[in-house]
């Protein structure tokens, strides 16, 4: 079974402040990926990151990077100087790969993130 | 490229009434997903679709829940009767998979607007 969690619920932060989202996951496959969405007021999922569990290495794309730690389970997203526009709620999400043929995606409960001008 | 397109964006309905909800995935994808989303929860698969046929639905109550993929393009997810506890948000999603290199795998899911459903 799948599961992903994210412990906080909501992070109120001040424009230009730097913010990181936490997501801790359980698998049991070995090789599996691992998502984040933001879900704006309007209600779209937006994709923003994907990464393989056999590629650590954690990258830098603009003001977002992200830390995939395996020994920890853990797949955390960072947002460097914040604007109001990152307000969202941010969904962490995973999907295992068993050789079958469902890609089920499994996501956490969210995080709302308010970013205060 | 066209987003995946829903509707309706709202519906209230009393409790033991009716409700459908229309999906038209991305041109090409040929798999399809309903989500459920409750208020304050992350999305939960309801059913998934490769072409017409259905890949897992172990989560959708199928005494009331009903969704079909007729011609493997656009879809429909009917509620009958509804109960208060349905009132949440669908949405529809599709991916290319089964595709070719990195998304027969990683399968990245596009998402539409959602349905907002209010049961009361």
């Known amino acids: 079974a799948q599961k992903?969690?994210?412990?906080?619920?909501?992070?109120?932060?001040?424009?230009?402040?730097?913010?990181?989202?936490?997501?801790?996951?359980?698998?049991?496959?070995?090789?599996?990926?691992?998502?984040?969405?933001?879900?704006?007021?309007?209600?779209?999922?937006?994709?923003?990151?994907?990464?393989?569990?056999?590629?650590?290495?954690?990258?830098?794309?603009?003001?977002?990077?992200?830390?995939?730690?395996?020994?920890?389970?853990?797949?955390?997203?960072?947002?460097?100087?914040?604007?109001v526009v990152d307000s969202a709620v941010y969904f962490c999400a995973l999907r295992g790969y068993s050789g079958g043929s469902n890609y089920k995606l499994t996501f956490g409960k969210g995080t709302l993130l308010t970013v205060n001008p | 490229e066209a987003g995946v397109a829903q509707s309706p964006r709202y519906k209230i309905i009393e409790k033991r009434q009716s409700v459908a909800f229309w999906c038209n995935p991305i041109s090409g994808h040929a798999t399809l997903y309903w989500y459920q989303q409750i208020l304050g929860q992350g999305p939960k698969l309801l059913i998934q679709f490769q072409n017409n046929g259905v890949v897992d639905d172990s989560q959708l109550p199928k005494d009331r829940f009903s969704a079909e993929r007729l011609k493997g393009v656009d879809s429909t997810l009917k509620i009958q009767p509804a109960k208060l506890e349905d009132s949440a948000?669908?949405?529809?999603?599709?991916?290319r998979w089964p595709g070719t290199g990195a998304h027969q795998r990683t399968g990245e899911l596009f998402f539409g607007e959602g349905s907002r459903l209010t049961v009361l």
């Open chain 2, 89 to 95: 948000v669908y949405l529809c999603a599709s991916s």
């Open chain 1, 4 to 83: 992903v969690t994210q412990a906080q619920t909501e992070i109120s932060v001040v424009e230009k402040e730097d913010v990181t989202l936490d997501c801790v996951y359980e698998t049991r496959d070995t090789t599996y990926y691992l998502f984040w969405y933001k879900q704006p007021p309007s209600g779209e999922l937006v994709f923003l990151i994907r990464r393989n569990s056999f590629d650590e290495q954690n990258e830098i794309s603009g003001r977002y990077s992200w830390n995939f730690q395996k020994s920890t389970s853990s797949f955390n997203f960072t947002i460097t100087a914040s604007q």
